[in-house]
């Protein structure tokens, strides 16, 4: 069984930066693809970003593009979330995901099969 473990989230200003981390356990991270995602208060779960499992390809919201980044050290069995001018809007419990198939990289979420417990990332204004 896959564990996905976030860290990083926390209260930053507008404008300001914060990198998110995600490690993984208990599988072949480098055979899997993978997301995240973000849920804002009273708001449905959405796709932010993607990264395939070699880092070839990535695929980012609109919302985000330009700002977000995604990366991975397969080594470290770790996905990152580099974060920068963030804004108010970007408030959220952000998640990180695993696909199993790794077939492309996907943006719903029923695509992916491991799920982390998320870490809150607040944008004061």
């Known amino acids: 069984q896959v564990q996905l473990v976030e860290s990083g989230g926390g209260l930053v200003q507008a404008g300001g930066s914060l990198r998110l981390s995600c490690a993984a356990s208990g599988g072949t991270f480098s055979s899997y693809n993978m997301g995240w995602f973000r849920q804002a208060p009273g708001k449905e779960r959405e796709f932010v970003a993607a990264?395939?499992?070699?880092?070839?390809?990535?695929l980012s919201a609109d919302s985000v593009k330009g700002r977000f980044t995604i990366f991975r050290d397969n080594a470290k069995n770790t996905v990152y979330l580099q974060m920068n001018s963030l804004k108010p809007e970007d408030t959220a419990v952000y998640y990180c995901?695993?696909?199993?198939?790794?077939?492309?990289?996907?943006?719903?979420?029923?695509?992916?099969?491991?799920w982390g417990q998320g870490t809150q990332v607040t944008v004061s204004s």
């Open positions: 995901a695993a696909d199993r198939s790794a077939y492309a990289l996907y943006t719903r979420q029923n695509a992916y099969d491991y």
């Open positions: 990264i395939s499992r070699s880092s070839g390809r990535t």
